[in-house]
């Protein structure tokens, strides 16, 4: 049996130190995870359910270039810690959640602000404001041998050496095994799937042209700049 045109080619990640890489399977996404994150967006807190959203896998963007997308006025940055899952499974129990992690990375949850707006104000799903192409620039991945697990420690953000965002993984609503042990209740998770695992506060527009910087302990920074194409 033969394909009627070639398939594309395996979205991958690069693997810090290695020559290998990490195939991505699918990118799944944490809203509303960092209390000031939800109240600038004009929300209140709340642990009653984990927001979940994904994107396609082939969004993920590793050479440090990102085009401006098209159909909005309002690209907005979001920094966040990526969770790569090297273990599969479901029903994970949030004390064996971590078990699962490969290793974890930088990356940035784009996001088509006036769309996602938009679609919200008439209960429409989010994907036209997050689910687009090289939507998840990211970093590479550090495997959890080398750089440990975050239940503590800062990440910082800079838009042309200006910082907008600074806040430490201890302020998460939901840490990171609570993440993935409530997304295997929802999805059978499988090795090569990535956890953007939310943002803090001070999100905002870039244009092309913009550079950003995003950094987290113990882990290689992320830099992007947005391209006119």
């Not at 130190?17 to 929300?43: Q, W």
């Not at 990102?66 to 599969?88: N, S």
């Not at 750089?147 to 430490?168: E, T």
Request: charged share 20%; proline share 6%.
């Amino acid at each position: 049996m033969t394909y009627i045109f070639p398939g594309r080619s395996q979205p991958a990640v690069a693997i810090s130190g290695l020559d290998t890489l990490f195939p991505v399977n699918r990118i799944y996404c944490v809203g509303k995870n960092y209390a000031a994150h939800i109240r600038e967006m004009g929300s209140e807190a709340s642990r009653d359910a984990v927001c979940f959203f994904m994107k396609p896998s082939d969004a993920v963007v590793t050479d440090g270039r990102m085009p401006y997308p098209p159909g909005t006025g309002k690209l907005h940055y979001e920094g966040e810690l990526v969770i790569a899952i090297g273990k599969g499974g479901a029903n994970i129990a949030a004390n064996d959640a971590l078990l699962h992690v490969y290793g974890y990375a930088a990356g940035l949850d784009m996001t088509r602000r006036d769309l996602q707006l938009a679609a919200a104000t008439v209960g429409h799903p989010w994907d036209t404001g997050k689910a687009f192409d090289c939507s998840a620039p990211i970093s590479p991945i550090v495997p959890v041998a080398e750089c440990g697990h975050f239940a503590n420690g800062s990440i910082k953000l800079w838009v042309n050496g200006q910082l907008r965002q600074d806040a430490d993984f201890g302020d998460l609503i939901w840490k990171n095994n609570e993440v993935i042990s409530e997304l295997s209740k929802l999805y059978t998770l499988q090795a090569g799937d990535l956890i953007f695992t939310g943002t803090p506060a001070g999100v905002g527009p870039v244009v092309a042209g913009d550079r950003i910087e995003l950094r987290i302990d113990r882990l290689p920074k992320l830099e992007v700049m947005i391209t006119a194409s």
